[in-house]
């Protein structure tokens, strides 16, 4: 199967532009200059005053978070890696309207940050160095204080350099006080791909993907060179599924070998909050001898939808409701187009595990799939329909050749965060529109608001965006600040395949 061609669409097309003297549909506007928009600051009054409005409980939930060195043990194999004591970090659970007080030392030999990915916060605490608040250097510390706003599913992981794909990451869970989902129990799922301490760090990975494939030509199959992975396909990432080889891959920072169990009563209604966590990997998961019902997408409800198999991207986060039979079952997460696994186990009973060397295709992962193009919000949180009073079109741009990945063709330079800023304005509806022009799928994402995948899709914050296709997001402009918006595979990212979306006075 023909992995790919290196010359990404994008890019041609943008040349062939350049060359007919005009510029692509959606480039951005002009970087700012002191005649142009005032963009607001993270320390404006106006980010402390629309917090002040949020309804607050009052309860503060203060906890310590230490990143530093540490080992990982994966069934046997040791990896050195860094973490916030382990991986992954301890739960944090609150209520809705609760405050987070949250202090991070670091005890890193580099700068840290901690980003609270999906939540709608106030944007100094929203943990993007040089955006949102000074990098927390090696040795310092800063504590986040903010108040959860909306009952979900979120997570957190730095947002420095590539430190995401070591063992700095774990889930926050923000309670409903008038949760209307009835489950007896409920299980956080983290999904992981690892290589970090075992096979290279992942500054390595950066310095091998940005060293470029070079014309790999037709791949017949799929193999591993290094650290980098040849001819991972998948149909329902519309081919290259990604670009990293990973030794590993986890759930709940164990591989398939040494799985975690989760253990409950046959007939309970259980809740699973799965949250994928990976650098360059999306999951396909199912639940052995069981359908799923998907209660949640990005921590907001959507209309329940049954299906056996999920994908899962990068970032991305699905709730589901099991009602558990007798026996023993696994917890499935294939790494989608990499033919590997992470399992766990869920007993209620007696059985036997599966092998951890299913054949591919695993026919347990043949059933049913749910995409969130099949997801609608539920009435509660859909947003009302109007017309858009801003659009927004960012193409992404670049491949792997030159490793080059960018939103309309203009690298991200953290030092010069708003030259790829594009100005909105408080209470606006705003409908931005992503276009594909690379030959691989993207997970983008957009901090502080959680869009509608227009038409009366699901409300999310990470969305898979196909090769060669367009995905429309409106979200209401109630946020105000600097938020950064980007593709959340790791590397790509890393790439400067980011950008911002910035409110002005
Ligand atoms: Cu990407």
């Not at 199967?1 to 041609?12: E, Q, V």
């Amino acid at each position: 199967m023909p992995r790919r061609t290196f010359l990404a669409g994008g890019i041609s097309t943008i040349a062939a532009m350049a060359l007919a003297g005009c510029t692509p549909e959606g480039a951005p506007p002009p970087a700012a200059a002191p005649s142009g928009p005032r963009f607001l600051t993270p320390t404006d009054a106006v980010v402390g005053e629309r917090e002040a409005a949020r309804a607050a409980s009052g309860a503060v939930n203060r906890v310590s978070l230490t990143a530093r060195p540490g080992r990982l043990d994966l069934a046997g194999v040791p990896a050195d890696t860094w973490s916030y004591g382990q991986t992954p970090a301890p739960v944090i659970r609150q209520a809705r309207g609760d405050r987070l007080e949250l202090e991070l030392v670091n005890d890193l030999p580099e700068e840290s940050s901690i980003h609270w990915h999906g939540l709608a916060l106030r944007n100094d605490m929203d943990g993007v160095p040089h955006l949102t608040q000074d990098p927390v250097p090696a040795g310092g510390s800063f504590t986040y204080d903010f108040v959860t706003p909306h009952a979900g599913t979120y997570w957190f992981h730095p947002h420095s350099g590539t430190q995401l794909d070591r063992g700095l990451y774990g889930a926050l869970i923000v309670e409903d006080p008038a949760e209307p989902l009835a489950y007896d129990s409920e299980w956080v799922v983290i999904l992981d791909d690892w290589l970090d301490g075992v096979q290279a760090t992942p500054d390595q990975v950066r310095t091998d993907l940005e060293g470029g494939m070079g014309d790999m030509g037709d791949m017949p199959e799929m193999h591993a060179m290094g650290n980098l992975l040849m001819g991972a396909v998948s149909d329902v990432l519309g081919g290259d599924a990604g670009d990293v080889s990973y030794p590993f891959h986890l759930i709940n920072g164990r591989p398939a070998t040494d799985p975690d169990v989760f253990e409950a009563t046959p007939g309970d209604r259980v809740r699973i909050r799965l949250i994928n966590a990976a650098g360059d990997t999306a999951y396909r998961v199912a639940l052995t001898g069981h359908r799923m019902t998907v209660t949640h997408t990005d921590g907001f409800p959507v209309d329940h939808t049954e299906g056996d198999t999920l994908i899962i991207g990068m970032g991305e986060r699905y709730d589901v409701v099991v009602t558990l039979g007798d026996g023993l079952f696994t917890l499935i997460a294939e790494a989608e187009g990499k033919l590997r696994q992470a399992h766990a186990q869920v007993r209620t009973g007696a059985g036997t595990p599966l092998p951890t060397d299913l054949p591919f295709p695993a026919p347990e992962l043949q059933g049913k799939l749910v995409t969130a193009d099949q997801l609608t919000a539920a009435p509660g949180v859909a947003l009302d329909q109007r017309a858009p009073d801003r659009e927004i079109t960012i193409r992404l741009t670049g491949g792997m050749e030159k490793y080059d990945w960018a939103f309309d063709g203009l690298p991200f330079d953290m030092m010069r965060p708003m030259r790829n800023a594009h100005p909105i304005v408080e209470g606006e509806r705003v409908r931005l529109t992503f276009v594909n022009d690379t030959e691989m799928w993207h997970p983008v994402h957009l901090h502080g608001h959680t869009y509608q995948h227009a038409g009366g899709g699901p409300r999310k914050d990470t969305s898979i965006l196909l090769p060669g296709k367009r995905i429309a997001l409106d979200f209401d402009a109630d946020n105000p600040g600097r938020w950064l918006t980007h593709c959340h595979n790791l590397y790509h990212g890393e790439a400067q395949m980011m950008g911002v979306v910035a409110y002005t006075a």
